[in-house]
């Protein structure tokens, strides 16, 4: 079992950035592809953006291509959302994810095996 430890949210601005950085802790950190999801209030959780196992494959929600980036440091078991020119609707508590198919970066949420508690985002208008 793996795992995962978010930080990095906060209160921004519109305009701002932020950078999220999720811990990973528990087994060999290259098995697995990492997400991000987020969850605003009073809407389903869904998905952000995607890295396999390498850095080598990425994939990002429609709604976050061209600001947010996606990266991981596998000498530090730790993957990171850079966030730039955030709108208020990017406020949502923001949670990373593992997939023990390391090959791909997938968007879909059922095929994350583990999950960390979640990091809230604000970001004002």
């Known amino acids: 079992q793996v795992q995962l430890v978010e930080s990095g949210g906060g209160l921004v601005q519109t305009g701002g950035s932020l950078r999220l950085s999720c811990a990973a802790s528990g087994r060999t950190f290259t098995n697995y592809a990492m997400g991000w999801f987020r969850q605003a209030p009073g809407k389903e959780r869904e998905f952000v953006a995607a890295i396999n196992w390498s850095g080598g494959s990425t994939n990002y929600a429609d709604s976050v291509k061209g600001r947010f980036t996606i990266s991981r440091d596998n000498a530090k078991n730790t993957v990171y959302l850079q966030m730039n020119s955030l709108k208020p609707e990017d406020t949502a508590v923001y949670y990373c994810?593992?997939?023990?198919?390391?090959?791909?970066?997938?968007?879909?949420?059922?095929?994350?095996?583990?999950w960390g508690q979640g990091t809230r985002v604000t970001v004002s208008s």
């Open positions: 994810a593992a997939d023990n198919f390391r090959y791909r970066a997938t968007t879909t949420m059922g095929e994350y095996d583990y």
